[in-house]
């Protein structure tokens, strides 16, 4: 029996509706840099204050942020809001929502398959934040948050 932390998950619809209707829902995309740059992330349009830019590991050799937590502290989310946390196809939000449940965040929730979804028989990615055709904006600067 593993000793992590648990956590729950929900799909990036589920999230999409909780942000816009949920004055204490964030979202915090643990994607790298490269991944925001090249790839996108979620738009939120004028509710955009509630998605963070923290990633959990560095490109290009994937390495852990060793200062994930410092680095979520410094976005100044309340503390009794309800973090989402969203990677490429959930693996790595997984990971964070963990540390930050450990860490003592009350309310953390991953966001199964992702921003881009799962890899498919087919090779193609399916479901996440894309796959549910939710707004998207195509590309992000390093660094914006």
Same mark, same amino acid.
């Not at 196809?89 to 929730?109: I, P």
């Given at each position: 029996?593993?000793?992590?932390?648990?956590?729950?998950?929900?799909?990036?619809?589920?999230?999409?509706?909780?942000?816009?209707?949920?004055?204490?829902?964030?979202?915090? !995309?643990? $994607?790298?840099? #490269?991944?925001?740059?090249?790839?996108? /992330?979620?738009?939120?349009?004028?509710?955009?204050? *509630? =998605?963070?830019?923290?990633?959990?590991?560095?490109?290009? !050799?994937? $390495?852990?942020? #060793?200062?994930?937590?410092?680095?979520? /502290?410094?976005?100044?989310?309340?503390?009794?809001? *309800? =973090?989402?946390?969203?990677?490429?196809?959930?693996?790595?939000?997984?990971?964070?929502?963990?540390?930050?449940?450990?860490?003592?965040?009350?309310?953390?929730?991953?966001?199964?398959?992702?921003?881009?979804?799962?890899?498919?028989?087919?090779?193609?990615?399916?479901?996440?934040?894309?796959?549910?055709?939710?707004?998207?904006?195509?590309?992000?600067?390093?660094?914006?948050?």
């Amino acid at each position: 029996m593993s000793n992590e932390t648990t956590v729950p998950e929900c799909s990036a619809q589920a999230v999409w509706e909780s942000v816009r209707n949920d004055e204490q829902a964030h979202i915090i !995309d643990v $994607r790298t840099a #490269a991944e925001w740059a090249q790839v996108g /992330a979620p738009d939120l349009g004028n509710l955009a204050h *509630k =998605l963070h830019f923290v990633s959990w590991q560095f490109a290009p !050799d994937m $390495r852990v942020n #060793a200062n994930f937590l410092v680095d979520l /502290a410094a976005e100044k989310i309340p503390a009794n809001a *309800k =973090l989402y946390f969203l990677c490429r196809s959930g693996v790595r939000s997984l990971a964070a929502a963990r540390a930050a449940a450990a860490a003592g965040y009350a309310a953390t929730v991953n966001i199964a398959e992702g921003f881009e979804g799962v890899a498919g028989p087919d090779g193609r990615r399916h479901g996440g934040w894309l796959g549910a055709g939710l707004p998207a904006a195509p590309h992000i600067a390093e660094g914006q948050s």
